[in-house]
């Protein structure tokens, strides 16, 4: 198995504060224990590029982008766009390199250079509408780095799965009318974003669950709803949302995962991807604020992808 990671130091330039949990420290915990688990030499590791604006524009309008671009302040400073998402002066290279990562990545395991990826960046992305940023997320990589599989490439079926603890309602979004996308998740439920639950359909299989939902509750869901869905779409290319705030140690989620349940998931899905498109997997962080859960269950998961487990 090749697996690359793409990172860049723009991302840990973008900060909204020292007392906001969404910070450079998770990048940096995530490094360090790559290293203390000695996988660090096994993965190819690559440095994100800059997305193209004609690529985020595939996912967000032009003045949503605007407002980031035009909003950037100067050094020091903070631009509100919402209470708990902010720019600094870093933050639009810093949003660039993210997105950029995604689509670096998808055309790397498109052409064959790897089986698989995972973005290590920041900001996130997965609650970023197409019309605004919000909760932390500025550009939406996985959807932008989807539509660039499916435009660009030519893809015909995609999946996108997110695991992260919140509702991936910027990707729901993007992806509403859009029949080539399957997007599976599952999220605390109720809970930021607040959205309402969608109904279950072929390509839209986002599960809500309780507060407190450990490893038992995630798995059947993902044997009972995720699987079935993902080998009837047949996608050619699994996205993930990679999430690590259901973790039972992260304060900001409710629920009770741990670095096995990430492992064993990752495992579905690279079986999933082995079976409909090639190994192919692109997987972009998003959540994940206790920074020692965070770095164990990013090693988890990179160890599933590159079947070092
Ligand atoms: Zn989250």
């Not at 869905?229 to 993930?240: K, M, N, V």
């Not at 990679?242 to 079986?271: I, K, N, P, Q, S």
């Amino acid at each position: 198995m090749t697996t690359a990671i793409y990172c860049h130091t723009d991302c840990l330039a973008h900060e909204m504060g020292s007392w906001h949990p969404e910070s450079p420290a998770r990048l940096q915990a995530i490094e360090d224990q790559l290293i203390a688990s000695r996988i660090d030499t096994c993965i190819d590791h690559r440095e994100a590029p800059l997305a193209d604006l004609s690529d985020i524009g595939r996912v967000h309008h032009a003045d949503a982008i605007a407002r980031i671009r035009d909003n950037v302040p100067a050094a020091g400073e903070y631009y509100p766009i919402d209470g708990d998402t902010l720019l600094n002066a870093h933050s639009w290279q810093a949003a660039l390199r993210a997105a950029g990562a995604a689509v670096a990545a998808t055309d790397a395991v498109i052409a064959g250079e790897l089986d698989n990826a995972f973005c290590a960046v920041r900001p996130p992305g997965h609650h970023a509408r197409p019309s605004e940023p919000m909760g932390f997320c500025l550009f939406n990589n996985v959807a932008i780095a989807a539509r660039h599989a499916l435009e660009v490439h030519g893809l015909e079926r995609v999946a996108i799965v997110d695991f992260d603890v919140h509702h991936g309602n910027g990707t729901e979004e993007s992806f509403r009318d859009d029949p080539r996308v399957l997007m599976a998740s599952f999220f605390q439920h109720p809970f930021y974003p607040y959205t309402e639950p969608a109904p279950i359909t072929a390509t839209r299989v986002n599960i809500p669950v309780a507060a407190r939902s450990g490893g038992d509750v995630v798995r059947k869901l993902v044997e009972d709803h995720w699987l079935p869905a993902l080998h009837a779409h047949r996608p050619q290319l699994i996205f993930i949302s990679a999430g690590f705030d259901a973790h039972r140690e992260d304060d900001l989620g409710g629920m009770a995962l741990v670095e096995a349940d990430y492992a064993w998931m990752t495992h579905r899905l690279a079986e999933v991807a082995r079976t409909h498109a090639g190994g192919r997997i692109v997987s972009c962080l998003e959540g994940g604020y206790n920074l020692s859960a965070l770095g164990r269950s990013v090693v988890a998961h990179i160890k599933a992808l590159a079947d070092l487990d």
